[in-house]
């Protein structure tokens, strides 16, 4: 069975966590609108090919299923490519760290886009500055000292977030460590300092084989200043 991906062309955003499970498993997959154009989204996004419609993308079509938000596709996923935990309770803690990191991506977006999407970064320099600064200092420390203290806490290992082997949400954290540090340069150094654990797995993650063919082909877009993690000199405090 060969996996639908759908998220917007150009971008990687938060289709790429999806990308990297599947390319971590080798899951035969297609990303559509990369292939054949917008356009392909559109009857999905406007309810015309199922009765239970993605509010946006990214979005999975899996054989008849259509499944939207990307900590539920990946939920999804998890089983079916061997990155999720067998014991019920587990892969529920997987899904509630992948949760926390949706959180995290939120509020590293917000850094640029404090009033809202419906605003140019231009028209929000000034607030843009005051959220920035809050995250460097509070937010992202935060959230990082949080997964910090899960990967020192696991009884299994802290080589990886939930048990002795890596899940999907391993990958999405190595992710998170990418942008923080395109975004960010010198404020994610400050912060990961104090996180030696989070470094160590970005750094295995990125050498899983399959991933890292991936990480250095041309199928990975480049982080650029209309993703989810954007390089604004003023903002790295």
Same mark, same amino acid.
């Given at each position: 069975?060969?996996y639908?991906?759908?998220?917007? !062309? ?5 289709? %790429? ?8 498993? $080798? ?6 609108v990369?292939?054949q154009? =917008? ?9 015309? %090919? ?9 979005f ?7 499944? $939207? ?8 996923l ?15 803690? #997987? ?5 926390? =990191?949706?959180?995290?991506?939120v509020?590293?977006?917000d ?10 970064? %231009? ?17 992202? !420390? ?12 696991? !009884?299994?290992?802290? #080589? ?6 890596? #899940? ?25 300092k ?11 993650v ?30 790295d405090?």
């Amino acid at each position: 069975m060969t996996y639908e991906l759908y998220y917007w !062309p150009g971008i990687a955003g938060r289709g %790429e966590f999806v990308r990297l499970a599947l390319e971590d498993a $080798g899951a035969d997959y297609v990303d559509v609108v990369r292939e054949q154009g =917008i356009g392909a989204m559109k009857p999905f996004l406007e309810g015309k %090919e199922t009765a239970t419609p993605p509010f946006a993308p990214p979005f999975l079509k899996d054989g008849k299923r259509i499944i $939207g938000q990307t900590a539920n596709i990946l939920l999804h996923l998890g089983d079916k490519l061997n990155l999720a935990p067998k014991a019920a309770a587990a892969r529920m803690w #997987t899904h509630q760290i992948q949760l926390t =990191i949706t959180d995290l991506v939120v509020e590293a977006h917000d850094t640029h886009h404090p009033l809202g999407v419906d605003f140019y970064y %231009e028209d929000q320099k000034a607030e843009s500055a005051k959220r920035s600064e809050a995250f460097l200092k509070s937010r992202l !420390p935060k959230f990082l000292g949080w997964f910090e203290h899960i990967l020192k806490a696991n !009884p299994k290992s802290d #080589t990886y977030l939930v048990g002795a082997r890596a #899940t999907y949400a391993d990958l999405s954290l190595f992710h998170v460590v990418e942008g923080v540090r395109y975004a960010f340069p010198k404020g994610a150094k400050k912060v990961l300092k104090k996180t030696p654990r989070i470094v160590a797995l970005h750094d295995r993650v990125a050498e899983r084989p399959r991933l890292s063919k991936y990480l250095a082909s041309d199928r990975r877009l480049p982080f650029n200043e209309h993703r989810i993690f954007r390089c604004y000199p003023e903002l790295d405090g």
